[in-house]
């Protein structure tokens, strides 16, 4: 039987334990939300006052030329590049992940526009839903008879890309089970039937090795302030492979993507690379501490965090089904570990009122339709005993029935 004792050996043993001193978290919460939303680096207080007080605040406009401002999104795309398996050159931190979806999904819908047989986009009813949404206003917009085929689970992918399918738009980790995708078989049948993929990052980038060559990928999105802890709605990324870089044609033409933005030209004319995928004025003070979540991981590898992470899966689970036997909790997250992410969902038919009263007790996760806690586990900073002492307090809570079922819901759950 695993103890609390066990637990604690496992974090004096444990190589990422040093990690944890990098970020401000609270004394007696244990964080298992940071698959919504990561902690803070120690060091983004001190890059946050560096930036207003002496970039814009004494340097002012000066700072987009001597503090790098201008530079900044390819400068962190090419910090970002290893932890997803892209090259340099081939990723911008900028814009929102649905925003980035826009535009990578147009640009793959643009590729494929000689073939007039090629009208559908695949996707999962499950998928997050602004994917989904992104995809039917552009589809809508278009108006050229492209329709979103939508698939109920992962078996049914094979069947439903065919001669007809221009993208299929998958998100890696799914954000309610936690399911992974095989990325090189997936992007392997598309290729098959001659179609482009896109794969969304948003729950893999800093949690689960990616590798976008190895796995055939010809689009990519993400963003930066879950699992690489850029802070709340810090700017996402999008990569594009430098084979698709002189095809990749965006609607959103800004003129941070033109070849040279300030010769203030009436016409477009896309940048070279990846700066095409650029669209308007970036926001500085928010990109600027997306480096300080990507600094702690290059002192790691993706290797180490993923066999911690799986690790605390594991446990997770285990403690949760031994611990909570008596109750109708329901595990909807892959034991296997390569179909698995780095979060871990539980059904309960009360799941809403579980979890406030969890995050009442200082225990954070989060919900989500239907019945659904999510418990998020990041290597960087989750100890084996935060995992024990999180089930315990599930325990108690579930055992004495300390939750309220009628209690009204906040607007982000």
């Not at 049948?189 to 949690?207: P, Q, R, V």
């Not at 009360?350 to 995050?359: D, E, K, N, S």
């Not at 418990?375 to 325990?395: C, H, K, M, Q």
Request: charged content about 20%; overall charge negative.
């Amino acid at each position: 039987m695993t103890t609390r004792n066990h637990c604690l050996e496992r974090d004096a043993q444990d190589p990422l334990a040093s990690l944890r001193d990098q970020f401000d978290l609270p004394a007696g919460i244990i964080y298992l939300d940071g698959n919504s939303l990561g902690a803070r680096p120690k060091s983004a207080l001190t890059r946050a006052q560096q930036v207003i007080a002496q970039e814009w605040g004494k340097d002012l406009i000066r700072s987009w030329n001597a503090a790098g401002w201008f530079e900044l999104p390819k400068r962190l795309g090419k910090l970002l590049a290893p932890l997803i398996g892209a090259a340099d050159g081939e990723v911008v931190v900028t814009d929102t992940t649905s925003v980035n979806l826009f535009k990578a999904l147009a640009a793959a819908l643009d590729m494929q526009a000689a073939d007039a047989g090629r009208r559908v986009i695949v996707t999962e009813r499950s998928n997050f839903p602004t994917d989904i949404y992104m995809a039917q206003g552009l589809t809508t917009w278009l108006d050229r008879g492209y329709t979103l085929r939508l698939i109920d689970s992962p078996e049914e992918l094979p069947a439903a890309i065919g001669a007809d399918t221009a993208v299929v738009m998958l998100t890696h980790v799914n954000y309610r089970t936690g399911y992974q995708y095989d990325m090189q078989a997936a992007s392997a049948l598309a290729h098959e039937h001659g179609a482009l993929i896109l794969w969304d990052l948003a729950h893999s980038a800093g949690a689960v090795p990616v590798d976008l060559h190895a796995g055939g990928a010809d689009l990519a999105v993400g963003c930066t302030y879950k699992y690489l802890n850029g802070g709340p709605g810090a700017p996402a990324f999008i990569w594009v492979p430098k084979k698709h870089q002189p095809h990749f044609h965006q609607p959103l033409s800004g003129w941070w993507g033109h070849a040279a933005p300030f010769a203030m030209a009436p016409d477009f004319q896309p940048a070279e690379g990846i700066a095409r995928a650029l669209c308007g004025t970036q926001p500085i003070v928010s990109l600027a501490l997306v480096e300080c979540g990507l600094d702690v991981h290059h002192q790691t590898s993706m290797a180490a965090i993923r066999a911690k992470s799986l690790a605390l899966t594991d446990l997770f689970i285990e403690l949760v089904e031994a611990r909570c036997a008596a109750h109708p909790l329901g595990l909807v997250t892959p034991r296997a570990h390569a179909n698995r992410g780095s979060h871990v969902s539980f059904t309960h038919p009360h799941g809403y009122a579980v979890m406030a009263a969890l995050i009442a007790r200082g225990v954070i996760g989060d919900y989500r339709e239907p019945a659904i806690m999510r418990f998020g586990f990041t290597p960087l900073y989750t100890s084996y005993a935060d995992v024990w002492d999180a089930v315990e307090i599930l325990r108690d809570i579930l055992d004495r029935k300390d939750y309220n079922i009628d209690a009204k819901r906040d607007a982000v759950t």
